[in-house]
T-cell receptor
Framework: NAGVMQNPRHLVRRRGQEARLRCSPMKGHSHVYWYRQLPEEGLKFMVYLQKENIIDESGMPKERFSAEFPKEGPSILRIQQVVRGDSAAYFC?????????????FGPGTRLLVL | GNSVTQMEGPVTLSEEAFLTINCTYTATGYPSLFWYVQYPGEGLQLLLKATKADDKGSNKGFEATYRKETTSFHLEKGSVQVSDSAVYFCALETSGSRLTFGEGTQLTVNP
């Protein structure tokens, strides 16, 4: 059973470009979470999605960031018009159920560098 | 709101030393508590968890006990190895499923 997959592992963008980060959850997992890790900091929650639905996006910046988890295919975190402050590691996690101490399984992350 | 406070690092130990990494939390309701470990360049791996008061989570020689009275979930290991060198994150989850993480504690174990 493959783990959570993320691609690309490393992404370099210039200011003003768009970044698309992909996450394929573990087989059988319908809950996906995105977290951001700024340099030398812990992980901060961004968004929680189920298939075709955004459940909680309270951690997402109001502008330039969006996320989706379509019926078919991976979850996508999209950052428009990137700025240097967006440079961070972005981690995706998935779980088969939600709440009650359910374990979230993390992918290897995408490390975004904005030049 | 929810928050997690971890012992400041970095922590440097010699092989076979005893390890404690302190973690305290503030939460509404009754959270589940987790320790995750992150090796260089990798994602987070679940180390152990506890879902109710007085539960003890354990894995690979690491232990942590959910102490409601002190709102703590300290991580301990009796004898660390070089391979335990990593960053350790304490986290909590309440209703809504999001994880709230501490800042992480860098552990380096020297041979």
């Amino acid at each position: 059973n493959a783990g959570v997959m993320q691609n690309p592992r490393h992404l370099v963008r210039r200011r003003g470009q768009e970044a698309r980060l992909r996450c394929s959850p573990m087989k059988g997992h319908s809950h996906v979470y995105w977290y951001r890790q700024l340099p030398e900091e812990g992980l901060k929650f961004m968004v929680y999605l189920q298939k075709e639905n955004i459940i909680d996006e309270s951690g997402m910046p109001k502008e330039r960031f969006s996320a989706e988890f379509p019926k078919e295919g991976p979850s996508i975190l999209r950052i428009q018009q990137v700025v240097r402050g967006d440079s961070a590691a972005y981690f995706c996690a998935s779980s088969p159920r939600t709440g009650g101490g359910e374990t979230q399984y993390f992918g290897p992350g995408t490390r975004l560098l904005v030049l | 709101g929810n928050s997690v406070t971890q012992m400041e690092g970095p922590v440097t130990l010699s092989e076979e030393a005893f390890l404690t990494i302190n973690c305290t939390y503030t939460a509404t309701g009754y959270p589940s508590l987790f320790w995750y470990v992150q090796y260089p360049g990798e994602g987070l791996q679940l180390l152990l968890k506890a879902t109710k008061a007085d539960d003890k989570g354990s894995n690979k020689g690491f232990e942590a006990t959910y102490r409601k009275e002190t709102t703590s979930f300290h991580l301990e290991k009796g004898s660390v190895q070089v391979s335990d060198s990593a960053v350790y994150f304490c986290a909590l989850e309440t209703s809504g499923s999001r994880l709230t993480f501490g800042e992480g504690t860098q552990l380096t174990v020297n041979p």
